[in-house]
């Protein structure tokens, strides 16, 4: 099973951006999906982003879509979160996850592994 290990995150502005990196210890299989999920303090995690590992697929919650980018280098079995035009609302500690299959790759109970989190956090 592959470990994840995310770094990129800080404090930043409002308005500012920030990219997240997500390495993988190994190879995804294609199949796979890596997404991202956040938490802020005392409420649960959340969806964010995803990709299939593929590359051909992704999906964005509302409240990120038009200012997130998630992308991958299936070479350096590296996924990103690039965050641009981001708010205070998007504090919080950002997850990456690898899902054994893409249809389930939004449900934080389907994970098949974590990274260990890396705090973001957007002044006003």
Known sequence: QVQL????G??????GSLRLSC???GRISSERA????RQAP????????TIRWSGDVTFYADSVNGRFT???????NTGYLQMNS????????????????????????HVEVWGQGT????SS
């Open 119 to 122: 705090l973001v956090t957007v």
């Open 10 to 15: 800080g404090l930043v502005q409002a308005g």
């Open 42 to 49: 005392g409420k649960e995690r959340m969806f964010v982003a």
């Open 23 to 25: 390495a993988a210890s």
């Open 86 to 109: 981001l708010k205070p609302e998007d504090t919080a500690v950002y997850y990456c996850a690898v899902t054994e299959k893409w249809i389930l790759a939004r449900r934080a109970d």
């Open 34 to 37: 890596m997404s991202w999920f």
């Open 5 to 8: 290990v995310e770094s990129g």
């Open 70 to 76: 998630i992308s991958r280098d299936s070479a350096l």
